[in-house]
């Protein structure tokens, strides 16, 4: 093997797809309100040799040799995450978001016991609970959901469901709500119960990083999280709790639902905790609230309706049957990618649509907001896209937001049209 070849020598087929996607990057218009662009350094920590070291176990623990750098490296990104969040425990071993909520419940749990969680359709997410999934086919989920008329969580009605099924666990945290969440009464209620609460942060912890966002850190029993989202780390997740839950959380990890670590994502999300802690990422999470706020203001003066009237964080859900009864979320999120926007269709709460349709637009700032987008900005952007949804029909009226959208993505693009797409 020559180990010293480019990978446009080595493999033009994937050198070619890893130069296309970088294009595409480049190209639209992003609103997927889970993903984000890495800073270079956090591209070349997670595409470094940390990637060849197997390293089972934990630091000081581990079932290889040669563990002494990676120890380090886990060691600091712990530590980073611990004081950027004020948590006494951090694993940061989690490949995902899902590894880490499995992580917690294989931990604190036993197969059948019940949990109290958001349903997917109304905003919760597939590890809290769903049928299709390892966590309602292992567990007892009960779902709780918002109410029909404010599209919010009722507290009351959470606490009436959690009195009536004593569950063994409460989650919080969600995939697709946009307001912000009392984490101090969900610990009264868990605690009035007799259950743990866990806060599935993914979505906010970014905010909660750059001080836009409640941390739930000090009122929940244990919080999980991804790095790559509104975090804007190396791909992965994150577990944080008091330390008397650290040895039945590390052995749920490992060796209860992985094996080996990802080092080199391990020190990719050691460098996006430093990059959180700095002045800089605290107006970027501000920046992030502010103009999902913009955004959300100028489609609701378009006269589209917006789940809960209104955003308090990185997102909110467009209702789609504001603008027409037959429109559905995915034919909506089609036609705005060949217009160059990326978004993803999503149900609305008591959706009449089953998920693979949908009646809603989930719409995310935390990308564009990274390329430098400022609230007039995306005002355009979605004054764009309601035109491209009102007159669908209409080729000319397509063409002049295509043209639109290209040039904003021209303006703000994540990277410069020579940065290769890897390091
Ligand atoms: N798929 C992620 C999202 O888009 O919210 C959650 O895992």
Known sequence: ?????????????????VARDAERQRSFVHLIASENFVSRAVMEAAGSVFTNKY????????????CEIVDEVENLARDRAKQLFGAEYVNVQPHSGAQANMGVYFGLLEAGDKILGMSLDQGGHLTHGSHVN???????????????????IDMDELRRVAHAERPKMIVAGYSAYSRLIDWRAFREIADEVGALLMVDAAHIIGLVAGGAHPNPVPYAHVVTATTHKAMRGARGGLIMANEEFGAALDKGVFPNAQGGPLNNHIAGKAVCFAEA?????????????????????????DGVRVVSGGTDNHLFLMDLRSIDEDLTGRDAARLLYSVGVTINFN??????????????????????TTCGMKE?????????????????????????????IASLAAEF?????DFPGHV
């Open 134 to 152: 390892f966590s309602g086919i292992l567990y007892n989920f009960v779902a709780y959901g918002v109410d029909p008329a404010t599209e919010t």
């Open 1 to 17: 093997m020559d180990s010293d070849a480019s990978l446009s020598e080595v493999d033009p087929a994937v050198a070619s797809l």
């Open 277 to 301: 802690a700095t002045p800089e990422y605290r107006a970027y999470a501000a920046q992030i609230v502010s103009n999902a706020d913009a955004m959300a203001q100028t489609v609701m003066d």
């Open 55 to 66: 390293s089972e176990g934990y630091p000081g623990r581990r079932y290889y040799e040669g």
């Open 376 to 404: 007039p900005d995306v005002a355009e952007v979605a004054r764009l896209m309601t035109r491209a949804l009102r007159e669908r029909e209409d080729q000319a009226a397509l063409d002049t937001v295509r043209e639109g």
């Open 413 to 417: 693009a994540p990277y410069p049209a």
């Open 347 to 368: 149900t609305i709460p008591f959706d009449p649509r089953p998920p693979y349709r949908a009646s809603g637009l989930r719409v995310g700032l935390p990308a564009a």
